[in-house]
């Protein structure tokens, strides 16, 4: 231990500009996140649908030779179809939904309660940017893991059927618009339901039952009035789908909304979420319970 | 005495509850600069009144200022009040460097000014050894100092440390003793707080005593001191052989009785100056080389301090 330095003698610290601090905390935020194995279930859930396609491939080519993609669903354009059902029903609906869930819930909960979130609020910075950097360093995390996982499960369809055919298509100007598309879209998914379980992770202090609301509402959507449909995340998703999954159910489906409306909606609800959110940090106490 | 709310801490008439629990009831003070010690039984309320402080908690009613600037500002408020929090806990896998130098660098501080100053502070607390260790395999008394350097390292002109002396061994604390001795000087806040009397008050300018949510005496109390010497400080000590130690110790000044524990694994000691103490223990050590599972002040006789200040304050 040296006395040599007086702490009286240093510098003063110059206060830095906002934008500087909320790239210094994303930053601690992705390392933070890269640590321990708890990423791991949404990078599963990323590209799980991609497993699973690369496995059907591999069983029909070991076990039904005879059993072209063509026979089954016909044309490319049906085949098509059936990737945007997939897509819709696993990728959106399951895979997004709860990839955000496990990054997005944790935000706050897991500092909460590891009893560490304290130093963020003890530094001299607004809470708004804890709020900030936890929701960016969750988006840049799902959002590569979620375009990625899209892409490559684009691609894994692919490899279905006679790959003389598929492959041009998939290496086509339109074939590659269509999976870059795929991919905005699980972007902006992990948009919209990171802010979504942002909020929800602050303001419960148990959230299983408003995420279990939130996946019953998102899932009965198609059986809700055209009206209510469009409170709910997955039909702008849908909205977007290049192709319009079909659906077999009888019910009144909305009017796809077109996609620069939906678009704006999305980034509307993503910020009002966040709004809600940076003023539940700014209120939030924080003692970890009476036996800290 | 100055009165420029720039330079006090004030508390107006706080009243925080936990729901129905009461965490500190009616509390106005006005701390000025120098160290001051918060003391007071588990649960009395120093935790509450020290998060208060530093803007984790809100006041249920009630105000207050720290130097001018409202607790609800944490922006401006925490350039000047470094906290070192009771909870021992850390972010996953950091490690001392990071763990202050990430602090530092949401200051204001470049990277690599960042890395040199968070080394330097390390360095001032005696952990430069163990800077590139994770965090979590710390010991106790690390993990204490480790938790100081952060506190300190942005040079805040106000210092709260909610039992700092906690886990740390006789060297250790005399050393960390020195750091607030030369913090609290040239106009600085350092408030400590401690549930043993008698740790604190000899470095304190002040002492605020707490029982029960209520601040039941503050300023230089008269007779705190007196009522010390009436009931000296036990302080256990456990080794593997404590013979040489306690005949060394028997014989200082600062000693006023020890009893050998039955099981020849340790003794108790009075003294009237835990310092002075500490200081005979660590020259052993160092002279001896004994090896000391603790040494650690035994609380229950400050009921008795407790009790004459309460019943008289
Ligand atoms: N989150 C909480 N919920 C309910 N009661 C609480 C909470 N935090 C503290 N309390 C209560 O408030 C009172 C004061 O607690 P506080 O932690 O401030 O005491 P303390 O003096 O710091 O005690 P210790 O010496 O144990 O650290 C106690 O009665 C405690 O039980
Ligand atoms: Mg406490």
Redesign the pocket.
Known sequence: MSASVNPIDRPAILSRGRWAQLRVLTRQELRLRATGLWSLPPLLLAFGPTFLLLFIVVVKHLFGPGDSAQEIVGGLADWRQAFAEVFHSLMLRVCVFFGCAAVFLNSFRSAVAGRYLHYSYLSPLRRELVVAAKYLSGLIFTGIAFMLGSLTMWTAAHLDGPLGETLPALFSAQGLRLGLTYAGISFLGCLGYGAVFLALGLRFKNPIFPTLFLMVWESINLFLPAGLQKLSIIHYLQSLGPIPAKTQLISVVAAPTSAPVSIIGLLLVTMGLLWLSMRWARGMEL????D? | MSTDPRELILFQEVS?F??E????NRVSLSIPPGITSLV????????????LMTGLLHPTVGRISVRGTATDDPERLHRLVGYCA?PDTFPPAATGLSFVAGFLEICGLGRRAAQLRAEETIDQLGLSDAAGRKVAAYSKGMRQRIKLARAIAHDPPVLVL??PLNGLDPMARAEVIALFRRWGAGGRHLIV?S?ILHEVDLLSDQVIL?N??YVVAEGDIQGVRGEMTRHPLQIVVRCADPRPLAARLIGADSVTDLQLHADGGGFFARTRDPEGFYRLVQDAVLQEGLILETVMPVDDDVGAVYQYLIGEA
């Open positions: 003692d970890y319970g009476s800290a | 925080k936990y729901g629990v009461l965490g500190i007071g039984p588990n649960g009395s309320g120093k935790s509450t009144l020290m998060n009771q909610d039992e707080s549930h707490m029960q949510g």
